[in-house]
C-alpha cells in the first residue's frame, strides 16, 4: 500500500523559509504524479501543487505561486516543496498524496501520512 512520510515543519516568522519532505514507499514513485495540500480547521482543504511523474509539468495554486517550489527526486523516492517568503496564512498541515490536481479538483486527493506542521508567526 502506498506509503508517505511528510517531514520539515516548524514554527518560522513571516518572511522566512521551509522545506517540507514527502518520503515515499511502497509503490513506483518515479511513475505517480505527486501534490501537496494543506489544510487548517478554518479554511479547509487547500490544494498548493502538483507535479507530474518527471517534473515536466507542475501548477500551483496562486496563492503560492512565486513564494513555492515543488521538485522532486525519483533516485530517492522524495518529493519537496520549498517554501519562502511565508505568510501567516500558509499556516497549515500540509500532506502530500499521488496524483496531479487543481484547485478546483481534487476532491480525490487522499493522504496517506500524519501530515507536517508549518506555523508562520511572529
Known amino acids: 500500500d502506498v506509503e508517505l512520510v511528510e517531514s520539515g515543519g516548524g514554527l518560522v516568522q513571516p518572511g522566512g523559509s521551509l522545506r517540507l519532505s514527502c518520503q515515499a514507499s511502497e509503490f513506483d514513485f518515479s511513475r505517480a504524479a505527486m501534490t501537496w495540500v494543506r489544510q487548517t480547521p478554518r479554511k479547509g482543504r487547500e490544494w498548493v501543487s502538483s507535479?507530474?511523474?518527471?517534473?515536466?509539468?507542475?501548477d500551483y495554486a496562486d496563492s503560492v505561486k512565486g513564494r513555492f517550489t515543488i521538485s522532486r527526486d525519483n533516485s530517492k523516492n522524495i518529493l519537496y516543496l520549498q517554501m519562502n517568503n511565508l505568510k501567516p496564512d500558509d499556516t497549515a498541515v500540509y500532506y502530500c498524496?499521488?496524483?496531479?490536481?487543481?484547485?478546483?479538483?481534487?476532491?480525490?486527493?487522499?493522504?496517506r501520512g500524519q501530515g507536517t506542521q508549518v506555523t508562520v508567526s511572529s
Open positions: 498524496g499521488t496524483g496531479f490536481y487543481s484547485a478546483t479538483r481534487f476532491e480525490s486527493f487522499r493522504s
Open positions: 507535479i507530474t511523474n518527471n517534473g515536466g509539468i507542475i
